[in-house]
């Protein structure tokens, strides 16, 4: 069906109000053609309206373009996707041994490294703070063997962007610059503070759910050295030309060939499932993409959330249609689920799952086998059971994450076998988030909360 731009402008105003979202920018290619909308204000505190090439902060989306920027690095020769990362970074280590010598790049491309996830570490805004922060790796658990599962790993992506740098001898923001943004004609991207000031630049907001946010404390808490992981600030445009770089078989709007149809192929090839297919409705990961199965349509894309901004981009390959929303607090997932099951469903009859959450009529589950202690780096998860036979969760930061946030208790409502339910913390989570408990290829039990994997350990 074609695009209506009035139909949609006023689905994405009256979506984005429901659900107290103060901006939002959206564009989409449909029929060859790209369209471009906005909504509401980029600062509540100034007014300034949203506008189609405003530009907001992407999140996890950017580990798509890291991933991108090290494809066309292999397949230039300047890299072995399957050679240890020690020989291309002498000197790296994390405390396990064997994940040190064996870890690859391909393996922290599909989030199977098993390198521990969220190591934040300010290591200032020189251009040397990605070596600085690897070098600070060597304090960074596992939260499985390298291979085992797939978990979800940002850790691993600011080892790639300094990987890139090492090949290239250029900063990541460089490289980035000048191997990827500049040949797809990206003009509305950025990757430092100074450049996003160039551009009419969405504020990060921030508030209880079901309250409209006000204005963040800062604009963004994110140091340099996440750059490659969640570290970009774009248009809904700009992004839009990554993907339709990818949708085209490699080549860039001007006809530039950035990757060959076989690594573009490649990149969304499934290389292993995720056990928790709710998060982000996922069904495996493949090199920097996540890649759904819309009951039976293969699609490709990626989430990301700042403090206080969230970015959706959905590619539907076999109807030519891509999708990006990009928001600035409030209830920006479901602004999300309401929006795309309309809008993907209209122009590609893609049938999204709907939100995740407990089932209509109560389940009963067999919670004596989940009992028990998991940790992983920072976190530690502690599974009890109740006398009426239910079970109940506590979740606590720990060691360099503690005071994060203070530790919370809720009870674990069954889905189906293994899969439980808890409140949605913040608006990326939605309502409710899941909680699934398996066990891995080597047969260690550990339970997913956020697409990481935390082994029990008692």
Known sequence: MPFDPAHWQSRLDALRAAHRVPGAALAVLAGGHVHELASGVLHRGTGVAATPDSVFQLGSVAKVYTATLVMRLAEEGALDLDAPVAEVLPGFAVPDPGASATVTPRRLLSHTGGISGDFTLDTGRGDDCLARYVAACTAVGQDCPPGAAVSYSSTGYAVLGRITEVVTGRVWDEALRELLLDPLGAERTATLPEEVLRFRAAMSHLGAPGEDPGPAPAW????????????????????????????????????????????????RRPVAPTPDRWTVHSSAWGLGWTLYDWAGTPGFGHDGATLGQYSYLRVVPGAGVAAVLLTNGGGARRLYEELFAELLGDLAGVAQPAPFGPPARPVEADT????????????????TRTPEGTARMRYAFVDGMAGFAPPFETDLVPVEPGVFAVPGMGAFSGEWMPVVFTTLADGTACVYIGMRAAPRVG
């Open 220 to 267: 963004t808490a994110m140091p340099r050295s996440a750059g490659p992981y969640g570290g970009m600030c774009a248009s809904a445009a700009d992004v839009l030309l990554l993907a339709r770089m990818h949708l085209d078989g490699g080549t860039a709007a001007d006809g530039t060939r950035l990757l060959s149809p076989e690594a573009v192929a490649a990149m």
């Open 368 to 383: 004596a086998g989940i009992t028990g202690e998991y940790r992983r780096e920072g976190v530690e998860v502690s599974v």
